[in-house]
């Protein structure tokens, strides 16, 4: 109670201290209705140092602050070259783990067998095809080579991994020595190749991961969950109260502790906003755009911007100390898109103490809080406890999951007994607000089922290897037993275009979903995407779009990051306490286009300002009751009426990218017909089955 009372207190001083509102024009009753007491916020050109107890550098008006920022939970204070924008490191002193040996070689014995295992690859992708042979099959059997090196060799690996990605082209977002050498990620894939299924499913994927086109990319192929008990044929159905509460909706801040003002903001390569070291001749670099105090649409958020939102909410969305929202979810990535080399734990661990420490100031009650892709090191992977039975593999990012929920229990948003389930659970947790016992949120890590994370092919063929599923299946049936209503809080959509949650996995997470909605399953939440968008999950997987079929939405907030080309933006709802119904959505932004003249010669910074009203604009669309909730057959027939009204659509696309005027448009049919096939698809097979190509605005 001691952090909530500090928060509150924090918020009262603050807020009103530094708002300069602006008051919304006179409206009809049937106009559009505000939450807040204001339509518009103008944010102060001037950062509040209150927020953070002293400082590195003090915050000012061509620089970014750097906080001190001491950790309850390690017991340390983060020094102040962990985030010095003029000192980005190129390697990382983060432990490298490595599986056992299979047997005690040499270093030059275990040079030679890398050598070799090149040499043979090499040839398997260089020899002509006979023999029936094709490049999955030269793929899995370079694999089989690899397994080998991993078991024997695993120290000298990732020296073989980097050749190969220069001589085979590997996927990669940087150099092949900073994505798989051995201080990045090469000690990762020594793990994968260790422990992989090469000749089967894990393969094909692993395949597909490294070099696009090499296999193809696997389709489902569906395991049946099982669930303790069959779905009732007389579920207990909730009623609602006719109260609402207000809840907030944060995702994708990626915070930039090495946001550089002034630097390049217009790059042609990650990350833009960042201090490059003048040329060795003494020239000025020319800059297209100066990096401005509030950010730029190609970086992550800096101090700044991350302050300016949150000061915003309090006066948008009319929640404040004394009138806090009953929670707010956080549907992950915390921090920045740090190449691999440049995101320590250490740096991790300082974001996420950061980024929590500003939600307090102006947050008041207990934020939930999913992982992203992006908030582990390295980025995008985690590892299930089973790829060694729980051992020194499977808890290899445990300091990760410790750290977050110490901090969540310091913060008093969760008790110990949730801590510990968080700390054991790969930050995974179910939890009751204190005044809402009949709902549960249920938050998940998504990572354990991304296409991205390469862990998470290790046993392809069986979907639930991390047992994830399996505990959101027993916190369902906890639920159902209970009669208590139920929230999803993770960062990877299953659904959508289709291109982030593996298969087997999102039509596994389908079936928990179609067996447990819509009487426990209230509603489902994600980030990732940075847009504003949903997907809707029907009964039988899919098959039979109807609204009478509508089962649960998934709402995608959309991202206080304006990376890439997007506005910033976030979301609060309007919620039945009864059934834990969605009553409306409003969301809000600010134009980042906009930042290049700030601050303002009156002092003044960014505004952010109410976007739409979901029932508003929607609603009137489809004749909705003023009454009904914004349930999954609203949204089914909002759909419907974009099929005949293409204007929606249109309208959908502005909104997807927080009124950007950078964003996609959306005017053909192609198009138009794609992002309803992508609203209908819960699951990645749904979402493949639509029109490629439509799915971002970015």
Not at 48 to 70: D, R
Not at 207 to 227: D, E, Q
Request: hydrophobic content about 35%; aromatic content about 12%; some cysteine.
């Amino acid at each position: 109670m001691v952090g909530f009372f500090r928060c509150s207190m924090m918020a009262m001083a603050i807020v009103p201290a530094f708002a300069h509102p602006k008051q919304p024009p006179a409206h009809h009753e049937d106009d559009v209705s505000y939450p807040g007491s204001v339509s518009v916020f103008t944010v102060p050109g001037t950062f509040p140092a209150s927020v953070f107890s002293s400082y590195y550098v003090k915050p000012g008006p061509t620089n970014q602050p750097q906080p001190i920022l001491y950790d309850p939970v390690l017991n340390v204070t983060f020094p102040f070259n962990l985030t010095d924008p003029r000192n980005v490191p190129d390697s990382s002193d983060d432990p490298v783990i490595l599986p056992q040996a299979a047997a005690n070689l040499s270093d030059a014995t275990g040079e030679a067998i890398v050598s070799a295992a090149v040499s043979e690859v090499l040839r398997l992708f260089e020899s002509n095809n006979t023999g029936g042979s094709d490049t999955c099959s030269k793929c899995t059997a370079a694999l089989a080579v690899g397994k080998m090196v991993a078991k024997l060799a695993p120290t000298h690996f990732p020296t073989g991994m980097v050749q190969l990605c220069q001589k085979l082209k590997f996927s990669t977002y940087s150099s092949c020595e900073l994505t798989y050498g051995h201080n990045a990620s090469g000690a990762s894939w020594t793990q994968i190749l260790a422990y992989a299924d090469v000749a089967g499913l894990d393969g094909q994927y692993i395949c597909s991961y490294l070099r696009k086109g090499t296999c193809p990319y696997p389709t489902v192929t569906s395991v049946k969950a099982k669930f303790p008990k069959p779905k009732p044929k007389k579920p207990v159905v909730p009623r609602r109260s006719g109260k609402t509460v207000k809840i907030l909706h944060l995702s994708d801040l990626h915070l930039d502790p090495r946001y550089s003002t002034g630097s390049e903001a217009n790059c042609t390569s990650y990350m833009c906003c960042r201090y490059s070291e003048p040329p060795a001749n003494g020239s000025v670099p020319k800059i297209s755009v100066s990096a401005p105090l509030f950010g730029y649409y190609k970086c992550d958020s800096p101090f700044y911007l991350a302050v300016a939102a949150l000061q915003s909410i309090g006066p948008l969305t009319g929640t404040s100390a004394k009138n806090p929202p009953a929670f707010t979810l956080y549907t992950g990535d915390m921090i920045a898109h740090d190449d691999e080399v440049q995101a320590s734990r250490a740096y991790i661990e300082a974001s996420e103490l950061a980024i929590w420490e500003m939600f307090r100031a102006y947050i008041s009650g207990p934020i939930y809080t999913a992982l992203g892709n992006h908030d582990t090191a390295p980025a995008d992977y985690e590892t299930p406890y089973a790829i060694d039975n729980n051992g020194t593999l499977g808890q290899q990012f445990s300091w990760n999951y410790e750290h977050v929920s110490g901090l969540w229990q310091h913060y008093d948003w969760i008790s110990p007994n949730v801590a510990h389930q968080a700390a054991t659970h790969y930050a995974s947790y179910a939890v009751s607000p204190r005044q809402h016992k009949n709902l549960k949120v249920i938050t998940l890590n998504s990572d354990l089922y991304y296409q991205h994370n390469p862990f998470a092919l290790l046993n392809a063929s069986n979907p639930d290897f991390s047992g994830m599923w399996s505990f959101l299946i027993d916190e369902l049936q906890s639920a159902e037993d209970k009669h208590q209503r139920v929230w999803i809080n993770a960062h990877i959509p299953t659904g959508w275009d289709g291109g982030s949650a593996l298969p087997n996995s999102a039509d596994y997470f389908y079936q928990i979903v179609e067996r447990y909605s819509p009487d426990v399953i209230a509603n489902i939440f994600f980030g990732h995407s940075h847009e504003d968008q949903f997907s809707l999950y029907y009964r039988g997987n899919g098959t039979a779009q109807t609204s009478d079929n509508a089962l649960v939405t998934g709402w995608m907030g959309p991202s206080l990051t304006p990376l890439q080309n997007l506005n910033s933006g976030y979301r609060m709802y309007e919620v039945d306490t009864g059934t834990w119904e969605v009553m409306d959505a409003y969301t809000f932004f600010s134009d980042v286009g906009t930042y290049t003249s700030l601050p303002s010669k009156e002092g003044q910074g960014p505004v952010y300002e109410f976007e739409y009203s979901t029932r508003d604009v929607y609603g009137s669309a489809i004749n909705w009751p003023k009454t009904a909730p914004l349930n999954a057959t609203f949204w089914h027939e909002v759909t419907e009426a974009m099929e005949k009204n293409t204007t929606l659509v249109e309208l959908f696309t502005k909104y997807q990218g927080k009124s950007s005027a950078k964003s996609k448009k959306c005017e053909t049919e192609e198009c138009r017909k794609a992002k309803i096939c992508y609203m209908r698809s819960g699951s990645t097979a749904l979402g493949k089955q639509c029109k490629s190509g439509y799915g971002s605005v970015q």
